[in-house]
């Protein structure tokens, strides 16, 4: 299968529009032919993580993989990252004319795939969620604010601080309750080890910022979640989705049977299975 590689950014568009060799937000990799599916990967990792997606999608499907600035080997850019990221992902869909186009995203992919759902330059098909929310943060943080979330931070401070054998073993620890097999557990440590450390930190600052739960009413597109079981059971895991997702009409939740939050590493076979349904 040939196999284009295309390095985005706002100079794709405009060369007056950002700084001469300022690195790109957004790198993408083409493959296949078809309808496009834009595939957006999850904090840390690069587009890689959906190589036995693709393999399966590329025959049907022209599948643009995305890596985000600062992961995957990719130089970092300046702060803040996710606005950044989410401005040059639609440049990149409106340029190339995949306005029309299908988004899958796992984890802050699929907040990004939210994110651009919302806008009124793009008409997409559908979104497909992969264990993702419109709010991470307000799951995570006890009486949650946006608005006091900054990168100055005890917190911060200590993670771009931390010595590399105690960052070691946080994303090995991390990375054992995302997948259940120990390879991907592995690969999944690497990708979070090889990630420039100030856009892990505030990058995943900028993450948690983004609230986008007042904004679902503007997604157009039918929205399809498929979310995880593990590690807290269906039950726990709907109340969730149904919490963030209130403000969304309409939307599609279907749980992948025993799978963590690598829905597409513990249950390949469903996973494709499912998100061809989808696509179809």
Known sequence: MKRILIFVSLLFINPGLRAQ????????????????????????CPGAVWEETV?????????????????????PIEFPWLPRVREELE??????????????GHSMGGTLAL????????????IVVVDGLPAMGALMIPN???????????WNKQMLEMAPSAFEAMATGMAAGMAADLAHQQQIARWILEADR???VYGYTDLLKLDLRPDLNQIGAPVY?????????????????????????DYTLDFAPD??????????????????DILN
């Not at 399966?56 to 080997?73: K, M, N, P, S």
């Not at 994110?115 to 559908?126: A, D, I, M, V």
């Not at 799978?259 to 390949?268: E, K, L, N, T």
């Open 91 to 104: 440049d990149y869909l409106i340029a190339r004319g995949l306005t029309k186009a299908r988004l899958v």
């Open 198 to 200: 100030k856009t892990y």
């Open 225 to 249: 979640i498929l979310a995880a079981s593990r590690p807290f059971g269906e039950e726990v895991a709907r109340k969730n989705y149904v919490a963030q997702f209130e403000g969304l009409e």
């Open 21 to 44: 060799d300022a690195p790109a937000a957004i790198h993408v990799e083409v493959r296949g032919t078809g309808d496009p599916v834009l595939l957006l990967p999850g904090f840390s």
């Open 115 to 126: 994110w651009l759902g919302t806008s009124r330059e793009l008409n997409l098909k559908s």
């Open 55 to 75: 393999r399966e999608l590329e025959r049907d499907y022209q599948c643009h993989i995305v890596t985000y600035a600062g992961f995957g080997g990719a130089p």
């Open 259 to 276: 799978a963590g939050h690598f829905i597409m590493y513990d249950q390949p076979e469903w996973f494709v299975r499912t998100l061809r």
């Open 144 to 154: 949650y604010d946006s608005a006091k979330i900054a990168y100055e931070s005890p």
